[in-house]
């Protein structure tokens, strides 16, 4: 598309003066100015439209203590023109060092205003003003295209392609937290020795604990560790062989081992800790406290021996000069002649698959909540792709459990993406309220990355510029998804700021997206237009078609692609291209017939043949 533009008409100024000699050759000497407009047509980007403007007056046009101002105004259809800029020439601006009038006094200037949609179909027009001696005259408001009548299109219309721009929202979800891990428990059989013994009795290899410790072994269970603590009591014969706890503790732990040989355990690997006691005063303290025969005086008694600082052999001779000594040996020794087995045995738990099945039937009512956990809900949760499923799960969680951050904010992301989903408008922006109500209630309880991301994609898909910007700039780190899920968004608000190379840098880091794909197809598109930059609309061209790629039903995709095709001048792109854009949305063929980005191909029959 052609980008410089010049008024090679004359400017016809002078017929709306009716006096004044000096201000009459002013403006008959302004019939040979060339202004220069570009681009042309007019391109909106950001929030407002912006041209360069240029304008060299012909030799000693500019009188001693004259001025000329050209307005510049744009005239929306049916409605009254609004000015936007204009070219001031002031005599004594224009003096050379000696103080003679420049040769060709010239003024540049970038004009900016503000876009309404009142302006898509607008004209630019200017209209002169001559000034001398306190008089002034106007021309009428002349067109553009009226005053270079060779072309009929100059300074009609505004070029909106920037406005093409699609919101992008990724939900992201934070992690349910549920780990599964073996628990363990444990399990505890006693095996009871002779006086100064360490042989396992036949009558022990029948008792209740060692019947016990057989259908555990025989069971397989899994099992961590098993620790066998040996110990005696506090008697002569016990404690002069100070190898009798780790004997009995050995002796425990072949006993073990034979019944494992016995069920043929092979590869189940079994970690066995011995831990002998010598020479403690605890289990007996603990024994002798929990005794219900003895007295608080004979306990007082006893506790002040063993506390007492001696030895053990020397207390223990104390303990025998007590008169509640046989009560001793009879009730509180024997019960210390031990080998203890502590089992580490992991704890039954349902397994994975068994957790989602039960969620589902507490999301169904079928079964209470309290037999799961939140984590447990939250992560039955993550494993169903169905996303009514989903929402029943956190609304489970919402309601009758603790009501966690996590639970709101992963609600609020199921209906964001039931909001893709949907082709009713009306659902789509309720579904999006929804989020953003979840989201909120989801920033109260924790401020986390997640939650505002999404809340931030949420605001933009309902165009709240504004609330999405505060909300994405309390996004503070962030992983997963939420870097791709930022930069996407950041990208999008970057191409309506006009900002089109921060774009490509930030849309380039915003995930394979195919929406983002598109966007950053769109920003080098744009950013070559603005620029003048053929290299980036050569992007361009690339890049819509990864974006084509990534999503074939992408109608806007297809036209983006015809306009760079155009940019480009290749006529059978552009009718292929919209021809296909047209046919995934019918729409568009309105919009290409008044797109100003195809005002060289509106002619051709390609085009017309396109848009059938």
């Not at 603990?286 to 004979?298: D, P, R």
């Not at 989903?390 to 964001?416: D, F, H, M, R, W």
């Amino acid at each position: 598309m052609k980008k410089l533009a010049y008024f090679a008409g004359t400017v016809v100024l002078g017929s709306a003066f009716l006096s004044g000699c000096a201000l009459k050759q002013m403006i008959k000497m302004a019939k040979e100015a060339k202004p220069v407009v570009e681009p042309s047509p007019l391109e909106l980007h950001g929030d407002s439209v912006s041209f360069f403007s240029k304008l060299s007056l012909p030799p000693k046009m500019l009188k001693k203590n004259s001025r000329f101002t050209l307005e510049v105004y744009s005239r929306p259809t049916n409605l009254e023109p609004v000015k936007v800029g204009e070219l001031e020439y002031d005599y004594k601006n224009f003096l050379d060092k000696q103080g003679k009038p420049v040769q060709n006094p010239t003024v540049e200037k970038t004009i900016s205003y503000f876009y309404e949609d009142k302006f898509e179909q607008s004209q630019l027009e200017v209209k002169g003003i001559a000034e001398k001696g306190g008089k002034s005259k106007e021309t009428p408001i002349l067109r553009l295209n009226e005053i270079d009548k060779s072309k009929p299109h100059f300074g009609r219309g505004t070029i909106t392609t920037s406005r093409l721009v699609l919101a992008s929202y990724d939900e992201n979800y934070m992690p349910h937290n549920f780990q599964y891990k073996p628990e363990y428990e444990p399990v505890y059989f006693s095996f009871y020795f002779e006086k100064g013994k360490s042989e396992l009795r036949k009558s022990e290899r029948k008792t209740e604990d060692s019947r016990k410790m057989d259908a555990f072994v025989a069971a397989k269970n899994a099992t961590k560790t098993v620790t066998i603590t040996g110990m005696h009591s506090p008697e002569g014969t016990e404690t002069i062989n100070r190898s009798l706890s780790s004997e009995r503790a050995e002796v425990i732990k072949k006993y073990y081992m034979e019944m494992m040989a016995k069920y043929n355990y092979q590869n189940e690997k079994v970690d066995f800790i011995t831990k002998p006691i010598s020479l403690d005063w605890t289990a007996f303290k603990n024994a002798v406290q929990a005794s219900t025969k003895l007295t608080e005086k004979q306990k007082s008694d006893i506790m002040a021996i063993v506390n007492g600082g001696d030895d053990f052999v020397t207390a223990e001779l104390k303990l025998q000069k007590l008169p509640v000594y046989p009560m001793l040996v009879r009730d509180i020794y024997p019960p210390l002649r031990t080998a203890k087995v502590e089992v580490l045995v992991e704890k039954k738990k349902m397994t994975e698959p068994e957790i989602v099945v039960l969620a589902q039937q507490i999301a169904k009512g079928e079964e209470p909540a309290s037999k799961l956990s939140e984590q447990e809900l939250l992560f039955a949760a993550s494993k169903t792709p169905d996303l009514k499923e989903q929402e029943a799960l956190y609304n489970v969680c919402i309601n009758q459990k603790e009501g966690s951050a996590t639970a709101y904010n992963n609600l609020g992301a199921v209906y964001l993406r039931m909001s893709k989903k949907t082709n009713d408008p009306s659902e789509r922006e309720e579904l999006i309220k929804k989020a953003i109500t979840n989201f909120e209630m989801a920033s109260k309880k924790q401020e986390s990355p997640e939650i505002f991301a999404n809340l931030a994609g949420a605001k933009l898909a309902l165009g709240d510029k504004a609330g999405a910007l505060e909300a994405l700039n309390k996004v503070k780190g962030g992983s997963g998804t939420v870097p791709t899920t930022t930069n996407a968004l950041k990208g999008y608000i970057a191409i309506t700021k006009g900002n089109y190379g921060e774009a490509v840098q930030l849309l380039s880091a915003g995930g394979d997206n195919p929406v983002v794909l598109y966007n950053k197809a769109l920003a080098y598109l744009l950013k070559g237009s603005k620029e003048m930059n053929k290299d980036d609309i050569m992007k361009a061209e690339s890049a819509f078609k990864d974006a084509i790629e990534a999503d074939k039903n992408n109608a806007l995709a297809y036209y983006g692609a015809a306009i760079t095709a155009a940019r480009l001048n290749k006529e059978q792109d552009v009718a292929k291209f919209l021809s296909q854009a047209v046919t995934l949305d019918s729409s568009l063929k309105n919009r290409a017939v008044k797109d100003l980005e195809f005002l060289a191909f509106q002619d051709k029959a390609s085009f017309r043949e396109a848009l059938k």
